[in-house]
């Protein structure tokens, strides 16, 4: 299919975590030396991947809970702390084929948007040290509601925010998660299903147009998810 110039390309919005790339290693370790410093024994990637999708902040106050509290009662002061720590290039991989997956949707003329729950400037250094090109990035911090708080998925104005700058052409969203399920349901768009992220029950679950665990499958699924295919 030839680069499409219509104002109404296609646009897919990708989660991040779980679903373009494993990063829960380089979370798990910034968690870790967070218990370390409160003289905690560390948890395994496993472990720490069920703590992951509603935003760093009940990542982390999930994280202590899980490992004997949140001293003092407050997650904000462990919250920064875990943020000041983290590195997303620390132990995170690209899934196999999704660089590749996504190259071949842009020159298909597709536009491309990701939406993740971690900070826009540390999305933007995982998504360029694995080798995504990708320019419009939401992240946890990108948006803010009138409590000041960050606007998280499964929100839907995270994903308008992250259509806005792509044009007016049909959608679809991509994620491995509950949270990911929710967020395209919020936002009315075909849910496409990445098999090898940190979901935490069974796909069928998540009601997902397709599944895969192949990103060589993508553009075919993501072409017939919007109806062109």
Known sequence: MPPSPDARAPRLVCDLDGTLADSAPSLCAAGNRLLAALGRPPVTVETYKGFVGRGQRVQVERLLTHTGGVPGGDVTPFLTAFRDGYDPLEASTAYPGAVAALAALAAEGW????????????????????????DHVVGGDSLRGDDGQEVLKPDRRVIAAALAPLGEGPAAYLGDSET????ARAAELPFLLHLEG???GPAEDLAPVAAFSDFAELPALARRAVGLG
């Open 180 to 183: 990911d399920a929710q967020t």
């Open 111 to 134: 536009r491309l948007s990701v939406c993740t729950q971690k900070t826009e400037a540390k999305a933007r250094r995982l998504l360029t040290g694995l080798g995504f090109a990708i």
């Open 198 to 200: 940190y979901r935490h």
